[in-house]
């Protein structure tokens, strides 16, 4: 399926719903773009990176594995969700997540059209990975999914548990290949 350009849904939405307040001299004051194909757990993000000499610059970035198969409603809904981000952190200079501000322009959206709902967290389907690894606790003989094998990692209950919460090499934890699962 072809993605389609997100600019123009960027451009309806701020129009529609945001007052273009998220832009400036008709240019987005954020960056909208498809993530490059590793985004897949998530539907979308917003972020702000600011350089060591002081430039700001946020973006939004949208899940192209998750949101090219499911109907234009998703990536509407799924963008708007994070334009909300964006217009909470640059327009009222406001540092919070889901918070109120959030959640007002979110139930403000969604009581003015019936087109997509807005929420906080996504029902999209995500497909699920098998895990590479299985990391074993040798103390209590916990199963944890890795991607990768990762030097020095300790269960994290037994260190809780019989160590105060400090790392301890008792509890180390050993890899298995998932393969061995078959």
């Known amino acids: 399926m072809t993605l389609v350009p997100l600019l123009p849904i960027f451009h309806d ?3 529609t719903h945001f007052d273009e307040s998220l832009t400036r001299a008709a240019q987005p004051i954020v960056s909208v773009r498809w993530s490059d194909g590793r985004l ?15 430039h700001s ?5 949208l899940s192209r594995p998750l949101l090219q198969k499911l109907p234009h409603t998703a990536t509407e ?27 007002a322009r979110m139930k403000l959206i969604n009581a003015a059209q019936n087109r997509f709902k ?10 699920v990975q098998t895990p590479k690894w299985w990391a074993v606790c040798s103390s209590c003989g916990l199963r944890f999914p890795y ?10 209950q037994c260190c809780n548990t019989y160590h105060g919460g400090n790392w301890n090499g008792s509890c180390l934890l050993t890899y298995e290949p998932a393969s061995q699962e078959a």
């Open 57 to 61: 610059r946020a973006e939004i970035v």
């Open 147 to 156: 991607k990768r094998r990762v030097n020095g990692a300790a269960c994290r």
């Open 118 to 127: 807005i929420s906080i967290f996504h029902q999209f389907p995500v497909p």
């Open 77 to 103: 809904s799924t963008l708007c969700h994070e334009m909300i981000h964006a217009w909470v952190d640059l327009v009222l200079n406001a540092r919070e997540a889901h918070g109120p501000c959030f959640q």
């Open 13 to 15: 939405l701020n129009r």
């Open 40 to 54: 897949r757990k998530t539907a979308g993000f917003y972020r702000r990176h600011t350089s060591l000499l002081g």
